[in-house]
């Protein structure tokens, strides 16, 4: 039995910090699993996970230290309409699945993409938001690339479990593909000279190329992604009656526009969803 089943206001943990969210109460607060009722407020709670580097879509702001984004504000959107809710905190994006699957969280709200792979293992939700990896190259690296074969033979990075990685591998074009925990790590060693290039969401790239990060980083604008991906919430396979309240209020925030409100709030347009 889920939380959500025959309970009115469930408690969402999100795990927040690397591609994901958690809310109120941990599986050891609960006693078993979902279907224990808090006994105090009368609120089943479930939990779910997100990514603290992935700016816009989920990212620690250190003035309030507090988590922040596009998928921070679209869950507690879902959450209110859906008669759930909300507590953040952070978790490693390559966590995220494993964390799900073992019941350590309910839902991943991250910038994490609806994979065939992934599909085999959870349940996600309709789309969110469309896009593919981005390059940057050292500021000093004038050349327009265009290809991923433009960089034949070249070290490059991506970050661990995302879907660039094994992508990028299966080319059979570099000579290494450093692999990264954080995006930032890979936009440091670019900018230090590091590393040749680095793969990674293309939003995400952007925008902290746009906050002033890394100056000695270019994107390329030349470039055109490869492995194009959505974006959507996961769910477990046994979370059904989650799956569709989380759908239903997701349709109801793109017909009123309150998803591209959001969108459009850190900085991305709307499309693809």
């Known amino acids: 039995m889920s939380d959500f089943d025959g309970m009115r206001r469930p408690v969402t943990k999100l795990a927040g910090g690397y591609d994901g969210f958690q809310a109120s109460g941990s599986g050891r607060d609960r006693g078993a699993r979902p279907g224990n009722g808090n006994a105090r407020n009368g609120t089943a709670s479930a939990q779910g996970g997100f990514d603290a580097y992935r700016d816009p879509f989920t990212f620690l702001d250190t003035k309030t230290n507090s988590i922040q984004g596009v998928m921070v504000d679209l869950i507690t959107e879902i959450a209110k309409d859906a008669g759930f809710q909300v507590q953040i905190e952070p978790m490693q994006?390559?966590?995220?699945?494993?964390?799900?699957?073992?019941?350590?969280?309910?839902?991943?709200?991250?910038?994490?993409?609806?994979?065939?792979?992934?599909?085999?293992?959870?349940?996600?939700?309709?789309?969110?938001?469309?896009?593919?990896?981005?390059?940057?190259?050292?500021?000093?690296?004038?050349?327009n690339y265009t290809s991923q074969e433009d960089l034949k033979g070249e070290a490059v990075g991506a970050q661990v479990g995302t879907a660039f990685v094994d992508a990028l591998k299966k080319t059979g074009l570099f000579s290494e593909v450093k692999v990264y925990d954080t995006i930032p790590d890979i936009m440091r060693d670019v900018n230090a000279g590091r590393l040749k290039a680095g793969f990674a969401d293309l939003p995400i790239l952007a925008y902290n190329l746009k906050q002033g990060n890394f100056p000695e980083v270019r994107l390329v604008d030349s470039y055109k992604p490869v492995t194009v991906g959505t974006v959507s919430i996961g769910i477990r396979k046994t979370d059904q009656e989650l799956l569709g309240k989380i759908n239903t209020s997701l349709a109801k925030l793109k017909a009123n526009g309150a998803l591209d409100k959001i969108l459009d709030k850190w900085g991305l347009k709307a499309k693809g969803a």
């Open 93 to 143: 994006f390559s966590t995220l699945v494993p964390s799900l699957t073992s019941n350590k969280i309910d839902i991943i709200s991250a910038a994490m993409f609806a994979t065939a792979a992934r599909k085999e293992v959870i349940d996600f939700s309709d789309a969110v938001y469309t896009y593919g990896e981005g390059l940057v190259v050292p500021k000093a690296d004038t050349r």
